[in-house]
Nanobody, 125 residues
Framework: QLQLVESGGGSVRPGGSLNLSCAAS????????VAWFRQAPGKEREGVSC????????NYADSVQGRSTISRDNAKNTVYLRLNSLKPEDTGVYYC??????????????????WGQGTQVTVSS
């Protein structure tokens, strides 16, 4: 069974940056497309970004396009999300999720069967 653990969240001022990590255990992560989702209080969960198994393909939501970079290190069984130029509307709980052999053409949550517990990101002055 694949287990995912997120880290790297915290409080940051607008315009700042954060590096989030998603560490996997139990199974090899390179069999999975991995995505980041976020959920703000009172709002629906939103797909933020996804990276394919090899890392060759990525997908970003319009809300973070140009301000974020997703990457992975399969040797370390870890996926990363770099968030730049953070805005208050980026506040929320960030989750990583894995979909077996998912190519990342879609950020629909239903494609992802394994989820982490989330890490809080708060952007505030």
């Amino acid at each position: 069974q694949l287990q995912l653990v997120e880290s790297g969240g915290g409080s940051v001022r607008p315009g700042g940056s954060l590096n989030l990590s998603c560490a996997a255990s139990g199974l090899r992560l390179d069999n999975y497309g991995v995505a980041w989702f976020r959920q703000a209080p009172g709002k629906e969960r939103e797909g933020v970004s996804c990276i394919s198994r090899s890392g060759a393909d990525t997908n970003y939501a319009d809300s973070v396009q140009g301000r974020s970079t997703i990457s992975r290190d399969n040797a370390k069984n870890t996926v990363y999300l770099r968030l730049n130029s953070l805005k208050p509307e980026d506040t929320g709980v960030y989750y990583c999720a894995a979909g077996y052999r998912h190519t990342c053409y879609s950020l629909l949550a239903s494609w992802f069967s394994s989820w982490g517990q989330g890490t809080q990101v708060t952007v505030s002055s």
